[in-house]
């Protein structure tokens, strides 16, 4: 009995490194993109909206659709290299984590383009500061599963400064200093994780 607890449990530890791994090779390098690309076209945005520049509002929409299209195509290009580098780990752990990952990824993809889509048809780039407090939602609940998996204190801190954001946004949501936020948010909240997965990638 003690051998088969044993063994169960360094097969999830295996598991667990395994996923950590692969989940890091993928999310590390996007993480460092989105938050970059994201948090600059916040700040381009922010910019816009105090008037430093002449960029009425709705050509912000612009500024997000650009973004999408600088970002898409990492995102493309980095899950084909993942693919074609072979089958990810079957574990149980992958079982677990990797359905919660990937539905958040396919409901994240949804929002951008259902608000790309109203942004193009208001003709106002405002429309993306409510999508930005359903985004942020659903990237911290992505982290909680994944720090309750990997057990790992900083991926929990992650995933409650993703609420912490999406709360604070509500209440700065007329304000332009919301873009600050965001670009705050996608800077320490997504980009910088982005870093610690890729050096956690590179130690293992």
Known sequence: MTDHVQTNDVAYIQDLM???RRGALLSGPLFVAAGSIYGAASLLAWTASTGDIALAAPLQ???WMTANAIFCPILYMRMM???MAGSPPQGGLRRTVGPAWWSVGCAVLTLVFA???ASSSLNDGRVWMGSALSLFALYGMAWLVAAAAARRGWMAAVGLGSFAVAVLAGFLINSPAVYLL????L???VAAPGLVLIH???RA
Do not use: E, H, K
């Not at 965001?182 to 948010?185: D, E, N, P, R």
């Open 18 to 20: 395994m996923t950590a």
């Open 61 to 63: 929409s612009w500024i």
């Open 81 to 83: 290299g993942l693919r």
């Open 115 to 117: 608000y790309s889509a």
């Open 182 to 185: 965001f670009a705050a948010g």
């Open 187 to 189: 800077t320490g909240l």
């Open 200 to 202: 956690c990638a590179d």
